[in-house]
């Protein structure tokens, strides 16, 4: 089975800032397989396991929360709410022409944003494979730790 890379994570923080991830699961995994399919195997079968686990427990908290009456009365309440908010919300912003314009750059600014960290995850990127460095130091002469994170998902 071909492994396709869907998604680099890339963090970037203050030197001294990075916090190692518990292995758990993948931990016992590195010690129990010697080759990479066992290793792979193994993984997939857990992420399997822990998937079923979780939905089955997920399942039987909503229905055990959903039964009670003062939790549904809540929930309901909630959601009303919600709903009622976001209707005011944009009654107020179409009904005034500076905050449907404020509103709309909103949008485009988060849009940007995106884009930009896109670009940012690439770049740093093809730093970091044409470098091996680990760090950079900014504009404010801040260093900086380059975090690159793969996903590999079985397609």
């Known amino acids: 089975m071909p492994l396709q890379i869907l998604r680099k994570k890339i963090t970037m923080v203050e030197t001294g ?3 190692p991830a ?9 010690e129990k397989f ?21 939905k089955t427990k997920s399942s039987l908290l909503s229905s055990a929360l959903e ?17 009622a908010r976001r209707a005011v919300k944009q009654k107020v912003i179409a009904a005034n022409q500076n905050m449907k314009a404020l509103s709309e750059q909103i949008a485009v ?11 940012l995850n690439d770049y740093v990127l093809e730093y970091t494979k044409k470098t ?17 994170e793969e996903t ?4």
Request: overall charge negative; hydrophobic content about 35%; charged content about 40%.
């Open 67 to 83: 039964q009670d009456a003062d939790y549904y009365k809540a929930n309901e309440a909630v959601k009303d709410a919600q709903r």
């Open 109 to 119: 600014l988060k849009e940007r944003k995106k884009d930009i960290q896109l670009t």
């Open 152 to 155: 590999a998902h079985i397609v």
């Open 22 to 30: 518990e292995q758990g699961d993948l931990a016992k995994i590195e």
């Open 34 to 54: 010697d080759t990479m399919e066992e290793k792979i195997r193994a993984a997939l079968k857990t992420q399997k396991q822990i998937k079923n686990e979780l």
């Open 17 to 19: 800032a990075i916090i």
């Open 132 to 148: 091996h460095m680990t760090t950079i130091e900014d504009d404010e002469k801040v260093v900086r730790s380059i975090k690159v």
